[in-house]
């Protein structure tokens, strides 16, 4: 059998591939590498920031273990704490813990704490708890940050910079998958900071159609010397940009703060419960595929649905493509997402062992 693969997640397979559908993949392989794909994030270790290497400090261990959860539910920790999910049979779940080291603000030295858990008893416990779970494939954001210091000059955020360094903490430390845009000469040619700062809607148009993310967030930090404020742009492909405004004292909060909302964004009706949980391999078909623009769209889909652990195409006959996909959820959870994501429309209709799909026009 025949075997193409597109990256680690998915094969396409076909015994009769004829001339038309060879030349279709090789036009999804040409272009694939534009596409962003659903990132695994590690959910058994999280930190929470504290004020000393003392591990027996007050709440220290407890808001680790909260932050925890957070990663894995998709709750904020200040909504985990208020449920009370938390007891004492939760610290069996941790492995071990250490320290590292955060930048120093005003003189102040802070650190996090990371616990590592066992990942099969941290979801044992969180089915117990009837705690949701938001599954571990994430759909990557690309965020796009500039910065304004005391003097009013404003530039591109660089990786070294400490805006960059909490945002990029307390989103990973949420769960939330972000890659950070790398300027180069041709962006500078096309775009200046001001248009990241005023949130200019070409921005988000070229960060969506050219660099191929459906999640764009541009962030807007100013120093103001006495603290500093931010203004973003959270940008979903097809919908209306969410502005948000703050004005804070330390980085670690405002970031904090940031992250939260985000997180709660990229987690809505993305959370599962217990009994929907099962490991399982499902056959499907989709019908109306005309093109090659609508397989793209239907490549890039599978790989970003995050409960799809892997999945092959086994024939593409007439304008009806056929597949096998291996879940992690009930098939009935599976079609309710998918109906949900504005991509495919499920068709309840029998036709045995497989789930029925039509293409929705873009």
């Not at 590592?116 to 705690?131: F, N, T």
């Not at 955020?157 to 805006?163: A, K, M, S, W, Y």
Request: aromatic share 10%.
């Amino acid at each position: 059998m025949n075997k193409i693969p597109l990256n680690a997640n998915t094969q396409i397979l076909s015994p009769k591939l004829d001339a038309l559908f060879v030349c279709l993949i090789f036009c999804m392989l040409l272009v694939f590498s534009l596409q962003s794909v659903a990132k695994e994030v590690n959910v058994n270790q999280a930190a929470a920031l504290v004020d000393s290497q003392n591990v027996k400090a007050p709440g220290a261990l407890k808001s680790a273990m909260f932050n925890l959860i957070s990663k894995g539910s998709g709750l904020n920790a200040e909504a985990v704490e208020s449920q009370g999910w938390l007891d004492d049979s939760f610290s069996s779940v941790i492995l071990r813990h250490y320290f590292e080291q955060a930048p120093r603000h005003n003189g102040q030295q802070q650190y996090w704490l990371h616990v590592v858990a066992d990942e099969q008893l941290l979801r044992q416990k969180m089915v117990e708890k009837e705690i949701p779970i938001w599954p571990n494939r994430r759909t990557p954001m690309l965020v796009w940050m500039v910065s304004e210091d005391e003097s009013g000059v404003l530039s591109f955020e660089p990786e070294t910079g400490d805006n960059h360094y909490w945002l990029n903490k307390w989103l990973e430390n949420k769960g939330v998958p972000a890659d950070f845009y790398q300027v180069d000469a041709s962006d500078l040619m096309n775009f200046a900071p001001e248009d990241v700062k005023l949130l200019n809607p070409d921005v988000i148009d070229y960060l969506h159609q050219v660099q191929q993310y459906e999640n764009v967030l541009l962030v807007y930090v100013k120093d103001t010397g006495l603290g500093y404020s931010y203004r973003m742009g959270l940008a979903k492909a097809g919908e209306d940009v969410i502005i948000k405004h703050r004005q804070f004292v330390k980085l670690s909060q405002g970031f904090n703060h940031l992250s939260d909302f985000v997180q709660s964004h990229q987690a809505a009706n993305q959370q599962i419960f217990a009994n929907e949980l099962a490991n399982r391999t499902i056959s499907i078909q989709i019908n109306n595929i005309y093109n090659a623009d609508q397989m793209l769209m239907i490549i890039n889909y599978l790989n970003n649905q995050s409960l799809i652990n892997q999945w092959q195409i086994e024939k593409l006959k007439g304008q009806v493509l056929h597949l096998r996909l291996d879940i992690s959820v009930l098939a009935e959870t599976f079609t309710r997402f998918v109906d949900n994501e504005s991509v495919l429309n499920y068709l309840p209709l029998d036709t045995g062992n497989s789930l029925i799909f039509s293409a929705l026009p873009q």
